[in-house]
């Protein structure tokens, strides 16, 4: 099988079952599947031996594909899916000199599993870009990955061409590891470090990958308090950010668990957050350089018993490949991509993901999309990105006629800067388009308030595709029943009702043991017929919001 480049991979996914598949352009390993027995004793690992291909020519890219699904084979416990949420780390094991040094190329906090539908099948899939990792994946390692919640399928897509700059090392600046908050500010660990840059390098980068654990003190340290970190070179600090992730929007909804609750730095169901920084502008290639991690310090509170898992690591680069090259990173809308289902289908603007992999800034770009077998609409783009800078571009609704035969969304990038674009291999990208829902003309929203002065936290707009609001609402009061009669025209609209807490309209059943009085009761959201019957329900336990897309009239 041929794949002509990066985009068409991705329906190769459910389909590759062998253990290694050559192709002409890629090299897929598939160490891990379904039939992989479940790893025994409490949150076991995978562990597997994989060869790695040794090859002189560059990959353009190295894609790690994680796919969970729930299973009665698996051994964590007497669920399909886990019950609890656990943290776990793609490990790899590369010899150096005596000894082995352990590298994490992925962080993953597994989902609340207890009557959790996980894409059924199929299964949940998600993406790791681990091109970075290029010179330790390599030869014959030891890998250790996922756990015994939920059945595991893991591949890896080693995809030939030049990457955007050639990687030449990764090392460990601190390794992954478990660090108590009050360590980590007294300056106990992750001590000021010294590192002789690589001479033969060209651009620099430190990551970090940290998340916070622990229900320790007034705000429950560390897993959820937002803390402030930093690094430092030679005493002077030149990156400082937040570790915190919104997961009321989590796209794995609902979960038997309190997943909507924003976390430090994940969310059940989720990879952690990883913080890329661009070194390059502060240092000289070859030189000696001092580089320190600090944290804000800890509270007399008893929050100094918390604890974050973390790891930093330094990459080196050559020079930029290309001068002028525009890669598309992502079909936001309108795709069947699972990590994009909250807001999708959805026939209004297509929302795309850009990035400037040119050594120049990118200031202009044209963009050709719309169905891949009819006449595509063409939006030009104006900015500034710098490189490795990325935009979410949101395009004007192309035309729609014929999707019921044909489908297939393409969008193409060309003339990058009015020039020639040096790399097409990440150029096009494609996906399947879901169609929304048919509704009449004339329908109702039922709206039944839940209690315990919850029912102002709730509001709802219903717009159309220019954004104009046709309904709005707010104010509600508790336990109370609201019946909205809308009349429309033909064409896309979107409901969107919000949380104020981030918590739904569900119960608060998590008070079940320690303040019966605040479980309260859930609450309705359904779309109705004239004649009353159902339209579409929606899950209480929707997290920060619904947001809803839908048709009017007969799809072009």
């Known amino acids: 099988m041929k794949l002509a480049s990066f985009i ?78 656990y943290i776990w780390n793609t ?105 002789k840059l690589d001479p033969n390098a060209s651009g620099y ?56 609750f924003d976390r430090a730095g994940w969310c059940p169901g989720t990879k952690v ?24 310090p800890y509270s007399d509170n008893g929050e100094k018993e918390g604890f974050f898992y973390m790891t930093h690591q330094i990459f080196s680069y050559g020079a930029p490949n290309f001068k002028n090259d525009a890669e598309i990173i992502d079909i936001i809308t309108p795709t069947e991509n699972q990590k994009y289902s909250r807001s999708n289908p959805n026939l209004a603007n297509p929302k795309i993901i850009i990035r400037n992999n040119g050594q120049y800034n990118l200031k202009s770009l044209e963009i050709h999309y719309g169905l891949k077998s009819r006449k595509k609409s063409v ?20 035309r729609w006629f014929g999707i019921k035969k044909s489908k297939n969304f393409i969008v193409i990038l060309k003339y990058p800067n009015n020039t020639k674009d040096e790399n097409f291999a990440n150029n096009t990208m494609s996906s399947i388009i879901p169609l929304p829902d048919i509704f009449p003309k004339i329908f109702t929203l039922r709206f039944l308030t839940n209690d315990i002065n919850r029912a102002r936290e709730n509001s709802f707009t219903l717009t159309n595709t220019n954004g104009h609001v046709i309904y709005a609402e707010n104010n509600f009061l508790d336990s109370t029943e609201y019946v909205f009669r809308m009349e429309l025209k033909n064409g896309d609209y979107q409901f969107l009702l919000k949380d104020q807490m981030e918590d739904g309209v569900s119960k608060h059943w998590w008070n079940r043991g320690s303040s019966p009085d605040k479980i309260g009761v859930n609450g309705v959201i359904q779309f109705l017929s004239i004649d009353g019957d159902t339209l579409k329900n929606f899950y209480p336990d929707f997290g920060e919001e619904v947001r809803y897309n839908f048709h009017v009239g007969p799809i072009p």
């Open 8 to 85: 068409f991979l991705f329906p190769l996914y459910s389909i590759v079952n062998s253990e290694t598949i050559s192709t002409t352009d890629t090299l897929i390993l598939h160490p891990i599947n379904w039939e992989t027995p479940s790893p025994e004793g409490w949150n076991a690992q995978y562990i597997k031996e994989i060869d790695f291909p040794i090859d002189k020519d560059p990959w353009s890219k190295i894609i790690m594909v994680q796919t969970l699904k729930c299973d009665s084979k698996t051994k964590g416990d007497s669920y399909p899916c886990g019950e609890w949420d």
């Open 91 to 195: 490990l790899i094991e590369v010899p150096t000199n005596d000894s082995i040094e352990v590298f994490s190329i992925g962080s993953f906090v597994t989902p609340y599993g207890k009557g959790l539908y996980l894409g059924g099948e199929k299964g949940w899939e998600w993406t790791y870009d681990i091109t970075d990792y290029a010179p330790i994946l390599k030869g014959k390692r030891k890998f250790t990955v996922g756990n015994n919640q939920e059945l595991l399928d893991l591949k890896f897509l080693f995809i030939k061409g030049i990457p955007t700059r050639n990687i030449l090392k990764v090392e460990n600046l601190y390794p992954y590891g478990n660090y108590k908050y009050v360590d980590l500010s007294d300056d106990l660990v992750l001590k000021k470090k010294s590192i």
């Open 273 to 296: 957050d990883e913080y890329d920084f661009e070194l390059t502008p502060y240092v000289i290639p070859g030189d000696s350089i001092n580089i320190d991690y600090a944290i804000e």
């Open 205 to 260: 980068k430190l990551k970090a990958v940290i998340s916070g654990h622990g229900h320790e003190g007034p705000r429950n340290c560390c897993e959820w308090d937002s803390k402030t970190h930093t690094y430092y070179l030679s005493n002077w600090e030149i990156f400082r950010w937040n570790v915190w992730k919104d997961c009321g929007n989590n796209p794995i909804y609902p979960q038997g668990g309190t997943w909507p």
């Open 379 to 398: 939006f030009k783009w104006i900015g500034e990105l710098n490189f490795l800078e990325k935009e979410i571009i949101s395009l004007p609704t192309p």
